[in-house]
T-cell receptor
Framework: AQTVTQSQPEMSVQEAETVTLSCTYD???????LFWYKQPPSRQMILVIR??????QNATENRFSVNFQKAAKSFSLKISDSQLGDAAMYFC????????????FGKGTKLTVNP | GAVVSQHPSWVICKSGTSVKIECRSL??????MFWYRQFPKQSLMLMAT?????????EQGVEKDKFLINHASLTLSTLTVTSAHPEDSSFYIC????????????FGEGSWLTVV
């Protein structure tokens, strides 16, 4: 079964600085999708960024970018120019191409942004 | 991104009664919907997966007779907590996947259930 591991329960960063959240996963599949979701105190799950495994190029969305290392099964999230509104729980998630379609989540990383 | 709406956001019900939570995909057809429960300071726990027009597939340990899931149309799924008890109090959140959602799963706002 696929698993997703987030080894950092909590992280903190100074406003305007850069922080990297780690995520590793385990799968025997070659086609899959990876996601980072943000869950602020409102508890809504917000999609931050997604990566298709067949794409070598790392995904970027404004201040958010990933470092996708397929061979190492690593998918880290970099947040640049951190803002107070970035404070939230961040969940890394995996989804197969086809198959069960469900997301497999990591346990999450709580990010604190210090002013 | 696609929009998924969940209602109600907050609900309080008496022990022994049933409560229904709705999940709607507003701008795409959701072929598959998922229902999660989230305990404090934990990740999301998948309860069941529902495909339009067919019975839901429940995860191990989830009581299908207690948590009734219906996915009658491509834009609506409902979760009914039957004979609710205080231990059912939790945050419930739905998500949806459709042909036009680009293999991305979008989440509703979630519903807080308190059983008194």
């Amino acid at each position: 079964a696929q698993t997703v591991t987030q080894s950092q329960p909590e992280m903190s960063v100074q406003e305007a600085e850069t922080v990297t959240l780690s995520c590793t996963y385990d799968t025997s599949e070659s086609d899959y999708y990876l996601f980072w979701y943000k869950q602020p105190p409102s508890r809504q799950m917000i999609l931050v960024i997604r990566q298709e495994a067949y794409k070598q190029q790392n995904a970027t969305e404004n201040r958010f970018s990933v470092n996708f290392q397929k061979a190492a099964k690593s998918f880290s999230l970099k947040i640049s120019d951190s803002q107070l509104g970035d404070a939230a729980m961040y969940f890394c998630a995996y989804k197969e191409e086809g198959g069960s379609e469900k997301l497999v989540f990591g346990k999450g990383t709580k990010l604190t942004v210090n002013p | 991104g696609a929009v998924v709406s969940q209602h109600p956001s907050w609900v309080i019900c008496k022990s022994g009664t049933s409560v229904k939570i709705e999940c709607r995909s507003l701008d795409f057809q959701a072929t598959t919907m998922f229902w999660y429960r989230q305990f404090p300071k934990q990740s999301l726990m998948l309860m069941a997966t529902s495909n339009e027009g067919s019975k839901a597939t429940y995860e191990q340990g989830v009581e299908k007779d207690k948590f009734l899931i219906n996915h009658a149309s491509l834009t609506l799924s409902t979760l009914t907590v039957t004979s609710a008890h205080p231990e059912d109090s939790s945050f419930y959140i739905c998500s949806a996947l459709g042909r036009s959602s680009g293999n991305t799963i979008y989440f509703g706002e979630g519903s807080w259930l308190t059983v008194v």
